[in-house]
């Protein structure tokens, strides 16, 4: 149990940067069907192929979502996508239990060769410190607590969001800066047309990062 957060992972040890931490197959996959209906039956249906056990890994996921869809609710509140926006997301029985933070100490990546999630230290992680993952798109906070808040369920009040509204403001620049960044980087047509300003650009967002 973490405090004010229920669930979560803490690092019984220290890890070291770039380590990786877990490497988790999914429960199952599931994809976002609409009405919820639907996609209450369609887990239904996954969870008669899974074991006792792996039933019970499911049902003891947390659930943001409570109402008469509760595996749909369970699904939207802990689902990863299976790579970059991928319209699949997988249910794992450990790594659903890592929480979020907006300055997080570990990054979660799928593996589509082992069909795999891993997650991966970004930075030391002392022992006794909860080990986190971002689920939020980047951005300042207005926008990043609106998404978490209608994706998961919950508001954000991490170290970051918790900071006094003069610092939270300096965070929002420099977080609006390497996303406009970001995005100018992963311009193919920029890339090929001016190399030379996206090089640029890359010393820009490595200098935001120190």
């Known amino acids: 149990e973490v405090p004010g957060k229920g669930k979560g992972l803490v690092a019984r040890f220290s890890i070291f940067k770039g380590t990786r931490i877990l ?6 996959t599931s994809p976002q069907l ?3 209906s639907l996609l ?3 887990i239904a249906t996954k969870l008669k192929t ?6 019970r890994q499911f049902l003891l996921l947390h659930n943001n979502f409570p109402g008469k869809h509760p595996f749909s609710g369970i699904v939207k509140t802990n689902a990863l996508p299976c790579g970059p926006d991928s319209p699949i997301g997988g249910i794992y029985p450990t790594i659903c239990l890592i929480n979020h933070s907006c ?3 570990a990054h979660n990546s799928w593996n589509p060769d082992s069909k795999c999630e891993t997650i991966h230290a ?9 080990i986190t ?3 939020d798109k980047g951005g300042p906070s207005t926008s990043r607590r609106a998404h978490l808040r209608d994706a998961f369920g919950f508001d954000c009040a991490c170290g970051v969001c918790s900071l006094s509204l003069p610092e939270l403001q300096i965070s929002d620049t420099h977080r609006v800066q390497i996303q406009h960044l970001d995005n100018a980087i992963g311009d193919p047509d920029r890339v090929f047309g001016k190399p030379d300003a996206c090089l640029a650009d890359c010393r820009s967002l490595l200098q935001l990062f120190e």
Do not use: M, V, W
């Open 40 to 42: 209450e039956g369609t």
């Open 34 to 36: 609409s009405p919820i």
């Open 103 to 105: 300055l997080p100490n």
């Open 122 to 130: 970004i930075r030391d992680i002392p022992a006794g410190e909860e």
């Open 23 to 28: 490497c988790e197959q999914p429960l199952f």
């Open 50 to 55: 899974l074991s006792k056990t792996q039933q």
């Open 133 to 135: 993952i971002s689920y």
